[in-house]
């Protein structure tokens, strides 16, 4: 297995911009997860999907923030528009319904300018 | 709301034990969780503790008490490629949600 597959690996976008940053769960598993990580915050839950259903996405910080499951092998987040503070990694993670092992993406470095 | 508190930094020798301690305060506590993140890459599971007690895998041991909402995560005979951050996270059900929420890490050094 490939594991989770994050894309891009790198971003680097101007303030204002639209970003959309891609996931490609582990095949079979039932929840995907998406969190951002900076020194500040650590590690903070965005939202996640069971079966392809956001769940909670009360981590989501502001309305610029939308993410979408249309299949069980793929999740975007999207920024829209973008702004410094949103600089981050920000990686996707899934894991199955009886296994408590989240399984993570390489994460996608986003600098907002 | 939750908070988990963890020592921000650790520091050890080659073939030392160390302990990285976990408190938590949360609604609907499910399980605790240990995770190691090297510089620039990303978290992976070392284990998780369901039941109070202690869970071993190989040189990583982790313990949980849910009466004193404790846990640990032990390290033995530490390695160079230990250095790392270690994050707990508390795993908490409500309804059908489920979800892990991570401590902010210790930075776990190991020295020659």
């Known amino acids: 297995d490939a594991g989770v597959i994050q894309s891009p690996r790198h971003e680097v976008t101007e303030m204002g911009q639209e970003v959309t940053l891609r996931c490609k769960p582990i095949?079979?598993?039932?929840?995907l997860f998406w969190y951002r990580q900076t020194m500040m915050r650590g590690l903070e839950l965005l939202i996640y999907?069971?079966?392809?259903?956001?769940?909670?996405d009360s981590g989501m910080p502001e309305d610029r923030f939308s993410a979408k499951m249309p299949n069980a092998s793929f999740s975007t987040l999207k920024i829209q528009p973008s702004e410094p503070r949103d600089s981050a990694v920000y990686f996707c993670?899934?894991?199955?319904?009886?296994?408590?092992?989240?399984?993570f993406g390489s994460g996608t470095q986003l600098s907002v300018l | 709301g939750q908070s988990l508190e963890q020592p921000s930094e650790v520091t050890a020798v080659e073939g030392a034990i160390v302990q990285i301690n976990c408190t938590y305060q949360?609604?609907?506590?499910?399980?605790l969780s240990w995770y190691q993140q090297h510089d620039g890459g990303a978290p992976t599971f070392l284990s998780y503790?369901?039941?109070?007690g202690l869970e071993e895998t190989g040189r990583f041991s982790s313990f949980l008490s849910r009466s004193d909402s404790y846990g640990y995560l032990l390290l033995q005979e530490l390695q160079m490629k230990d250095s790392a951050s270690y994050f707990c996270?508390?795993?908490?059900?409500?309804?059908?949600?489920?979800?892990?929420?991570f401590g902010s890490g210790t930075q776990l050094t190991v020295l020659p």
């Open positions: 993670a899934s894991s199955s319904q009886d296994n408590e092992k989240l399984f």
């Open positions: 095949s079979g598993h039932d929840y």
């Open positions: 999907f069971n079966n392809n259903v956001p769940i909670d």
């Open positions: 949360t609604s609907g506590f499910y399980g």
């Open positions: 503790n369901g039941l109070d």
């Open positions: 996270a508390v795993k908490i059900s409500s309804g059908s949600a489920r979800q892990l929420t």
